[in-house]
């Protein structure tokens, strides 16, 4: 009987692959590349979002998904008219009880597809499933994944190990500026402490230059000293969450949380930013603001709509009220 059977490289003829600047490319972006450059591909990013990238992946989502993946549709649609082979989606559920991801991670590969489908658009899209509660490590899912592009066992272990290697480095380094930052503020005499604002939100959020970007530059023209909760050391970031709750089953906001937890003792604020709407934030976000007593916290949710409209101007309230404080206060004005 003849049977038809999976071709075993089916991304053998891809060599430009496409990946959306947004998501998880703020946290993996690192990785994937190397990844795929290790196995002899060419990495196509495309530029960082904009209006138009909104728009035209609000265009192409349905109206419950949240900002972050409006924009990730946009990046997706960028790719594709970039003429890519491919775009890599990968499909992520977590590494372990307590270190998920979004629901939205896990769907993304099927999201995409349908919703190009749906707007008459096609996508090829490469994914890999990550999911390290079952019995497969990540290792050996883009070990499997290599192979699937037609690379032996070996070359895509080194791939791997190559990718794992650079992400290290590029996250370490991140980390090792923002305490080295951190430390030098800590030196100074209280009243030479410039005002110091830890902006907690997913990465893609707090890094896209079309959302976060215009916090972070609102902030630093007023003069403060700007720290990024998903900059800190996100192992120790992670345990430390487990001090604030033992049940809260999303990853990355156990690292905001524990990085919160963990330089309290040196900010004068915290910007919660949040992209409209996001089930996990509405969630941690209200569970920070009720339970992390004694800095001032300023809450930010964008949307598709308005986007960051106003948000300078919430922003400069912010610092002005935070340096008035620090100053003394109405009584020594
Ligand atoms: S965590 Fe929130 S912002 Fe991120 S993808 Fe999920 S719903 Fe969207």
Same mark, same amino acid.
């Given at each position: ?13 891809? #060599?430009?692959? &496409? ?9 993996? &972006? ?9 196995? /002899? @591909? ?6 960082? +979002?904009?209006?138009?990238? @909104? ?8 109206? %419950?998904?949240? *900002? ?14 970039? /003429?890519?082979?491919? !775009?890599? !989606? ?27 489908? $749906?707007? /008459? #658009?096609?996508?090829? =899209? =490469? +994914? $890999? ?22 690379? +032996? ?10 990718? $794992? ?15 080295? *930052? ?7 005499? %209280? ?6 604002? @830890? =902006? ?13 970007? !215009? ?22 970031? @992670? ?39 996001? &089930? ?8 920070? %603001? ?11 949710? =964008? ?6 409209? &106003? ?11 935070? +340096?008035?404080? #620090?100053?003394? /206060?109405?009584?020594?004005?």
């Amino acid at each position: 009987m003849h049977m038809d059977r999976a071709p075993r490289a089916p991304y053998a003829d891809v #060599k430009r692959i &496409g990946i959306p600047r947004a998501l998880l490319y703020y946290r993996y &972006g690192i990785a994937w590349q190397a990844f795929f450059e290790h196995l /002899g @591909l060419e990495v196509v990013l495309d530029a960082p +979002s904009d209006r138009l990238t @909104l728009e035209t992946g609000d265009h192409l989502s349905v109206d %419950e998904c949240c *900002l972050a993946s409006k924009l990730f549709l946009g990046h997706v649609l960028a790719l594709v008219e970039r /003429g890519v082979d491919a !775009v890599f !989606v990968p499909s992520i559920m977590g590494y372990g009880r307590f270190e998920t991801f979004c629901t939205k991670f896990q769907a993304l590969p099927d999201l995409t597809v349908n919703a190009f489908a $749906v707007a /008459g #658009k096609r996508v090829r =899209v =490469v +994914s $890999v499933r990550i999911d390290e509660r079952g019995d497969e490590s990540e290792e050996q899912a883009f070990i499997g994944l290599g192979q699937r592009f037609g690379a +032996s066992r070996k070359e895509a272990k080194r791939a791997w190990r190559a990718a $794992v290697a650079a992400q290290r480095a590029y996250d370490g380094a991140m980390a090792h500026e923002q305490e080295a *930052l951190v430390k030098s503020i800590a030196k100074l005499p %209280e009243a030479d402490r410039p005002l110091t604002i @830890l =902006v907690a939100a997913h990465p893609y959020v707090s890094h896209d230059p079309f959302v976060g970007g !215009v916090v972070e530059d609102a902030l630093r023209e007023q003069g403060a000293c700007v720290l990024f909760a998903d900059e800190t050391d996100r192992a120790r970031s @992670l345990k430390r969450s487990y001090d604030f709750s033992h049940s809260i089953p999303w990853m990355v906001n156990r690292e905001l949380i524990g990085s919160i937890l963990a330089l309290h003792e040196v900010i004068d604020g915290i910007v919660l930013m949040s992209a409209y709407p996001c &089930g996990p934030d509405s969630m941690c976000d209200d569970a920070i %603001e009720r339970c992390i007593k004694g800095k001032p916290i300023l809450t930010l949710t =964008v949307d598709a709509q308005a986007g960051t409209a &106003g948000v300078e101007t919430r922003v400069e309230s912010f610092v002005d009220i935070l +340096s008035y404080q #620090k100053k003394g /206060g109405y009584l020594n004005a």
